[in-house]
T-cell receptor
Framework: KNEVEQSPQNLTAQEGEFITINCSYSVGISALHWLQQHPGGGIVSLFMLSSGKKKHGRLIATINIQEKHSSLHITASHPRDSAVYIC??????????????WGAGTKLIIKP | NAGVTQTPKFRILKIGQSMTLQCTQDMNHNYMYWYRQDPGMGLKLIYYSVGAGITDKGEVPNGYNVSRSTTEDFPLRLELAAPSQTSVYFC?????????????FGQGTRLTVV
């Protein structure tokens, strides 16, 4: 079992829909990252959070430390949001050496 | 700033051949990483470096080598290519490590070993 699980693996929605992508983890963490990978392959960082909620434009990331769960929401989704969204957890255990544990990604397709 | 630049973008290798994936960053970052991405799997760390002259193994180092002679460059070497090394490779860099550190990624190299 992976220490970081994302759901769903694939998500297809219509333009304008509210999107939720989930990330659950089984280890203690000091931070969780959300990243976006475009069809061209490049990966960019969206959020880093260790508690609460962060918002950037139409993207919102939340984290519940007690439940070991984070969500990425997209409001008013648009075809240009089509990408793979990846969460990565930074464990707290001492021998992690600050190395991230990566989820497998959620492939999002937004249809016009 | 160009950020993190990887070359080549695509490569086909025959079994047993060798090659070097190049990675350079112009942000003066101390920390650099090589990952591989396989279908349906999370990124796996191959090697990382915390500064010039210092490298360390990640989760899946077998079959690879790295060097870090300068802050800017972190090449990944495949000595005897095997089909299991067919993957997409990403180089990344960061200013530091820790909870609030953003990593910057290259565009990736798609490698096929036949």
């Amino acid at each position: 079992k992976n220490e970081v699980e994302q759901s769903p693996q694939n998500l297809t929605a219509q333009e304008g829909e509210f999107i939720t992508i989930n990330c659950s983890y089984s280890v203690g963490i000091s931070a969780l990252h959300w990243l976006q990978q475009h069809p061209g392959g490049g990966i960019v960082s969206l959020f880093m959070l260790s508690s609460g909620k962060k918002k950037h434009g139409r993207l919102i990331a939340t984290i519940n430390i007690q439940e070991k769960h984070s969500s990425l929401h997209i409001t008013a989704s648009h075809p240009r949001d089509s990408a793979v969204y990846i969460c990565a957890a930074l464990p707290t255990f001492m021998d992690s050496n600050y190395q991230l544990i990566w989820g497998a990604g959620t492939k999002l397709i937004i249809k016009p | 700033n160009a950020g993190v630049t990887q070359t080549p973008k695509f490569r086909i290798l025959k079994i047993g051949q060798s090659m070097t994936l190049q990675c350079t960053q112009d942000m003066n970052h101390n920390y650099m990483y090589w990952y591989r991405q396989d279908p349906g799997m999370g990124l796996k760390l191959i090697y990382y470096s915390v500064g010039a002259g210092i490298t360390d193994k990640g989760e899946v180092p077998n079959g690879y080598n790295v060097s870090r002679s300068t802050t800017e460059d972190f090449p990944l070497r495949l000595e005897l290519a095997a089909p299991s090394q067919t993957s997409v490779y990403f180089c990344a860099s960061s200013y530091s490590q820790g909870p609030n550190t953003e990593a910057f990624f290259g565009q990736g190299t798609r490698l096929t070993v036949v």
